[in-house]
């Protein structure tokens, strides 16, 4: 499965939201996802498993838990790719940082 295949689901980009600020327990995970998409436990672990398997997630066994956390290598991969794209937007974004200067100024 290709990077963007697995970013393009809204649900696990969700889940790497949530992994992205901590480490979660599969059970936390769940219930989040329930309450904000409304779908079942066994969806929510399916989404799990392909973050798992395409590595963008790693989890680890505690007890009888799970505790997911995010891996940085395939993120690390898609911002490489993106990093060609770049040039479309980041002169765009400087003259706009440049004009909320000049606008605060103006106000000053």
Do not use: C
Request: no cysteine; glycine share 6%.
């Amino acid at each position: 499965m290709h990077a963007f295949d697995v970013l393009g689901d809204p649900v696990r980009r969700r889940i790497l939201e949530l992994l992205a600020e901590s480490e979660h327990k599969s059970g936390d995970i769940v219930l989040v996802i329930q309450s904000e998409f409304g779908i079942t436990q066994a969806a929510v672990s399916q989404h799990l498993r392909v973050l798992r398997e395409t590595g963008f997630a790693n989890a680890r066994i505690d007890g009888a838990r799970r505790i997911y956390s995010v891996q940085a290598a395939p993120l690390q991969q898609v911002d490489a790719w993106l990093d060609r794209f770049r040039t479309f937007w980041e002169p765009r974004l400087s003259a706009l940082e440049t004009e909320i200067a000049r606008g605060k100024k103006q106000r000053d």
